[in-house]
T-cell receptor, first 114, second 113 residues
Framework: AQTVTQSQPEMSVQEAETVTLSCTYDTSESNYYLFWYKQPPSRQMILVIRQEAYKQQNATENRFSVNFQKAAKSFSLKISDSQLGDTAMYFCAFMEGGSEKLVFGKGTKLTVNP | DSGVTQTPKHLITATGQRVTLRCSPRSGDLSVYWYQQSLDQGLQFLIQYYNGEERAKGNILERFSAQQFPDLHSELNLSSLELGDSALYFC????????????FGPGTRLTVL
C-alpha cells in the first residue's frame, strides 16, 4: 500500500520569507499524481497544487511551487513571499494512476508570523 | 468556494443513534468521494460513487453506508454511532474519477456524546 510521510509536524516562518514543506511517498507504481492541499482554521480543504509523475517540469501556482524528485520519491512544497493567510495545515496526498482514492500524509502545521 | 456543498455543518448526537450527511457535488462532476478526518487516524478515504454506482471502497465500517442519487447528490449514513465516530466528514467531487483532481466541500463536524 502506498504511504505518504510528512516529517515536519510543525513549522513557522516570518511574513515575506520562503518556507519549504517536505513530503516523501512510497510506491512501486510509475504512473501517479501528487497533490498539496491546504486546510486553514476554517477546516476547508483547498487544493494548492497538483503534479503528474510523468511530467518532468515542476508544477507552479503563483507563490507555490514544488520540487518533485521522482527517483527519491520526494515532493516538497515551496511557499515564497509567505503571507499571514498561508497559516494552515498542509497535507501532501498521493493518487495512483487509474485509482480514485487519495492517500494523505499526517500534515504539517505552518504558522506565518508577522 | 469549491462549489461542493455539505449539510449540515455541525451535528451533535448520542451514541447508538443514526445520522445522515448530505453532499452536492460541483456542477458537472459525476464522482463523489467521502473522507473521514479524525485526530488519531488522520484523513482516510471511505467510499466513492460514480454516476450513481459504487466505484471504490476504503476503510468504511459496516455501520456506515452511502449512496448517490440520480441528481448526483450523495448521502453518507452512519448508524449505531460510537464515541470514536466523532470526526470531520468531507465530501469531495471530481469530473470523472480516475486520476482526477478532487475538490472538497466544507465538511460536516460530527460529535457523538
Amino acid at each position: 500500500a502506498q504511504t505518504v510521510t510528512q516529517s515536519q509536524p510543525e513549522m513557522s516562518v516570518q511574513e515575506a520569507e520562503t518556507v519549504t514543506l517536505s513530503c516523501t511517498y512510497d510506491t512501486s507504481e510509475s504512473n501517479y499524481y501528487l497533490f498539496w492541499y491546504k486546510q486553514p482554521p476554517s477546516r476547508q480543504m483547498i487544493l494548492v497544487i497538483r503534479q503528474e509523475a510523468y511530467k518532468q517540469q515542476n508544477a507552479t501556482e503563483n507563490r507555490f511551487s514544488v520540487n518533485f524528485q521522482k527517483a527519491a520519491k520526494s515532493f516538497s512544497l515551496k511557499i515564497s513571499d509567505s503571507q499571514l493567510g498561508d497559516t494552515a495545515m498542509y497535507f501532501c496526498a498521493f493518487m495512483e494512476g487509474g485509482s480514485e482514492k487519495l492517500v494523505f500524509g499526517k500534515g504539517t502545521k505552518l504558522t506565518v508570523n508577522p | 468556494d469549491s462549489g461542493v456543498t455539505q449539510t449540515p455543518k455541525h451535528l451533535i448526537t448520542a451514541t447508538g443513534q443514526r445520522v445522515t450527511l448530505r453532499c452536492s457535488p460541483r456542477s458537472g462532476d459525476l464522482s463523489v468521494y467521502w473522507y473521514q478526518q479524525s485526530l488519531d487516524q488522520g484523513l482516510q478515504f471511505l467510499i466513492q460513487y460514480y454516476n450513481g454506482e459504487e466505484r471504490a471502497k476504503g476503510n468504511i465500517l459496516e455501520r456506515f453506508s452511502a449512496q448517490q442519487f440520480p441528481d448526483l447528490h450523495s448521502e453518507l449514513n452512519l448508524s449505531s454511532l460510537e464515541l470514536g465516530d466523532s470526526a470531520l466528514y468531507f465530501c469531495a467531487s471530481s469530473v470523472v474519477g480516475e486520476s482526477d483532481t478532487q475538490y472538497f466541500g466544507p465538511g460536516t463536524r460530527l460529535t457523538v456524546l
